[in-house]
């Protein structure tokens, strides 16, 4: 199970890092006047639905 949750990890890494380069590109391509900025802080993400608890 150890390896099976490295595998998710690391393909949400990949997800991420490829979201990112989307983002930047936009960004670098587009020159928008408010560039989309993204937060790969999830703390939020996770703890929200144990608040709703």
Not at 20 to 25: A, G, P, Q, R
């Amino acid at each position: 199970m150890s390896l099976a949750f490295q595998q998710r990890r690391h393909q949400i890494v990949g997800d991420c890092r490829q979201l990112k380069m989307d983002v930047d590109s936009y960004n670098d391509n587009r020159l928008p006047v408010q560039p989309i900025r993204m937060s790969f802080d999830f703390t939020f993400d996770l703890e929200e639905p144990a608040l709703a608890a």
